[in-house]
């Protein structure tokens, strides 16, 4: 089944404010649900099968 998707239009200025209103009314568990969408739409993008995040180091040299 295809997800419906709705939408709004409003001003550009008032985009960002409706954006952290909108996520601010998620719960953790639906927060994290997206962000576990967007990676997986990635790794199709990348052709790829990743079921965890990558960790990146990068090392500094002081003097």
Do not use: F, G
């Not at 998620?26 to 997206?34: G, M, V, Y």
């Not at 967007?38 to 990558?54: F, I, T, Y």
């Amino acid at each position: 089944m295809k997800k419906k998707i709705w939408t709004k239009k409003i001003p550009l200025s008032k985009a960002k404010d409706e954006d952290i209103r909108y996520y601010s009314s998620l719960t953790p568990s639906q927060k994290l649900s997206i962000v576990q969408e967007l990676r997986e739409e990635e790794s199709k993008r990348q052709n790829e099968d990743r079921k965890r995040l990558r960790r990146v180091l990068r090392l500094v040299k002081q003097k």
